[in-house]
């Protein structure tokens, strides 16, 4: 299985952006977006389940929202009201029966 993560770039503070995670397989399991900062361990940011049970960092809840469809097998994660402090790479991650797959990130850059 295969993640492709697509939607970074640049943005000013205040705005959005929409990352999507392609798999080539199902999107079985529980997803979740993490990201890493310059100098920062990698966090987690947003977690959905097959049941669509959602969980936030504190940091983001509110901005915020993970989601999933099925058909396109691809989940999203919605930012809104972005801060420089959201500057990170974003990942995609999938666990299901045991195994772990990572996209190779995106780049998310917020300039104030």
């Known amino acids: 299985v295969q993640l492709v993560e697509s939607g970074g770039g640049l943005v000013q503070a205040g705005g959005s952006l929409k990352l999507s995670c392609a798999s080539s397989?199902?999107?079985?399991?529980?997803f979740g977006w993490y990201r890493r900062a310059p100098g920062k361990q990698r966090e987690l940011v947003a977690q959905i389940t097959a049941t669509g049970s959602t969980d936030y960092a504190d940091s983001v809840k509110g901005r915020f929202t993970i989601s999933r469809d099925s058909a396109k097998r691809t989940v999203y994660l919605q930012m809104n009201s972005l801060t420089p402090e959201d500057t990170a790479v974003y990942y995609c991650?999938?666990?299901?029966?045991?195994?772990?797959?990572w996209g190779e990130g995106t780049q998310i850059t917020v300039s104030s």
């Open positions: 397989g199902s999107i079985l399991g529980l």
């Open positions: 991650n999938r666990q299901f029966i045991g195994r772990e797959y």
